[in-house]
């Protein structure tokens, strides 16, 4: 490989000849061999945005001649288009600032803009990152890449769940069961109910998700090193906000507090706080459905789940619910990431948050596994579950939480008695009511009306 020298403030670099990055970048390469993860495309396309929406917004306010915008603007697009990837080699795990980062854009944008114009001269810190700091950049393309992968990917993934879940609450609405309380048995429930229950849970947490995404949508840009605004143009945020809004169609506004914004991270830890929520209703939901369908035989068996793959390399015919597994992985990452954002947000020192690489790479990838996993939940399980009406029929009446339907009658003590005599019976409880002539078979039917438990006030 042939070399180039590069220098920067501390001196010279040696940088690969075809590479656009210069010698800030050769050398973070050189102190972050760490774990071979970049920043993603996710927040190199976010950094993208920022440094053309800049670009527009200093030649508006006078600082940037066209040309030079023209040709910031250019090379920013091959960046947010991902054809210049192979540029952004610096590890995830570097500079808690994103410096690194940020000046790998300024170094590849720059000598790009030049390669695309022939002007010379376009330079990184001077042009590229005019009116800017990394101190503000950074956080902000973590606030843009988040956003735009919520509004665009997460949220219609979360709605198809919610959907399917409504669907088969409504599908499940005659099918009444037993339900169980302390994996126990309960009183009567409808299949339906409990599906309403799931479907809640999940548009709920659509509602956290959009109540977080209010901090989220507030952008540091604008502060500069430490929210003061030093060197840029006192209207510089609010202009970036409206031209990002303008382009991504996401109504961002300026940090109302430009020190909060940049020595803390509290919106990207409310946000995922919000995910880890939902994460903890997907395994709610995952892991009940899973027993529900558990046997097919000798388990519970009321839900048959749809096989989507054979479930075993060596007991034939068997199959196993599978995404609801995968779903359950998926959530407990969520989660575990949710810890990591939460230490990472405790180390906002002074003026700085000095863990934002890191968060933002645990934050987007909650993202962007529940974008991924939720629409094959939907499809490959939630769709195609059948209740296993034979299988529910048959529990009911085994059902000991009958009993409590006879005690406002007979008395919670009697009623106590019937349920204990007929678990050491093995008979039903209506079977041992009949036998002691505690009521005629018409007063039981009426009373153990099973749909009638489920909706006792109508």
Known sequence: MSFRTEKDSMGTMQVPENALYAAQTARAVENFPISGQTIGRDMIRALGIIKQACARVNHNLGKLGPEMTDAIVAASEEVIQGKLDTHFPVDVFQTGSGTSSNMNANEVIANRAMQISGIRGIHPNDHVNLGQSSNDVFPTAIHLAGMMLIEHRLKPALEEIQNALAEKAEQFESVVKTARTHLQDATPIRLGQEFSGFASQIEHGIGHLTNATQHLIELPIGGTAVGTGINT????????????????????????????????????????????????????IANDIRWLG?????????????????????????????????????????????????????????????????????????????????????????RGLKANQARIQSLNEQSLGLATALAPIIGYDRAAEIAKKAYQTGKTVKQVVLEENLMTAEQLDTLLDLRRLTKPNE
């Open 233 to 284: 143009h006192p209207e510089f945020g609010q202009r970036v906000c409206d031209e990002l809004s303008k382009t991504i169609g996401i109504p961002f506004i300026e940090a109302a507090n430009h020190f909060e914004a940049q020595s803390a991270k509290d919106a990207v830890v409310q946000t995922s706080a919000s995910l880890k929520t939902i994460a903890t209703s997907l395994i709610k």
């Open 294 to 382: 558990s046997g097919p035989r000798l388990g519970l068996g009321e839900l048959d789940i749809p096989a989507v793959q054979p479930g075993s390399s060596i007991m034939p015919g068997k199959v196993n619910p599978v995404m609801a597994e995968a779903m359950i992985m998926v959530a407990v990452q969520v989660i575990a990431n949710d810890c990591a954002i939460t230490l990472g947000g405790l180390y906002g020192n002074f003026q700085l948050n000095t863990m934002m690489p890191l968060m933002a790479r645990n934050f987007l990838e909650q993202i962007r596994l529940l974008s991924n996993t939720c629409p094959l939940f939907a499809s490959k399980l939630l």
